[in-house]
């Protein structure tokens, strides 16, 4: 079994910063693409940043030039760095990842719970 764990989630004001970590834990084999989604009330859930495994990253146009995602193959991790906040970045956010679990060939999509991120003065 793997499960993805969120952390960082938290109320900043617009402008701040925040910072997000998912770390994978279980029997894992090898992880693919990680991302991070988001999703607020009466909207579908949304592609904040993806990366690849190599490190390749795109960005939902919303957040280019203020979000950075990165990634840590060697401890299961990735994080989101998010900076210059704005009130409509307020969601649920989710980490998401492709996973090859030591008893399968193939890649099985795991999901954190997620962690609420508010950015209101």
């Known amino acids: 079994q793997v499960q993805l764990v969120e952390s960082g989630g938290d109320l900043v004001q617009p402008g701040g910063s925040l910072r997000l970590s998912c770390a994978a834990s279980?029997?894992?084999?090898?992880?693919?693409?990680m991302g991070w989604y988001r999703q607020t009330p009466g909207k579908e859930r949304e592609l904040v940043a993806g990366i690849r495994r190599e490190g390749t990253a795109n960005y939902a146009d919303s957040v280019k030039g203020r979000f950075t995602i990165s990634r840590n193959n060697a401890n299961n991790t990735v994080s989101l760095q998010m900076n210059s906040l704005k009130p409509d970045d307020t969601a649920v956010y989710y980490c998401?990842?492709?996973?090859?679990?030591?008893?399968?060939?193939?890649?099985?999509?795991?999901w954190g719970r997620g962690t609420l991120v508010t950015v209101s003065s």
């Open positions: 279980g029997s894992i084999f090898r992880i693919g693409d």
């Open positions: 998401n990842a492709r996973v090859i679990v030591s008893t399968s060939l193939r890649y099985l999509e795991v």
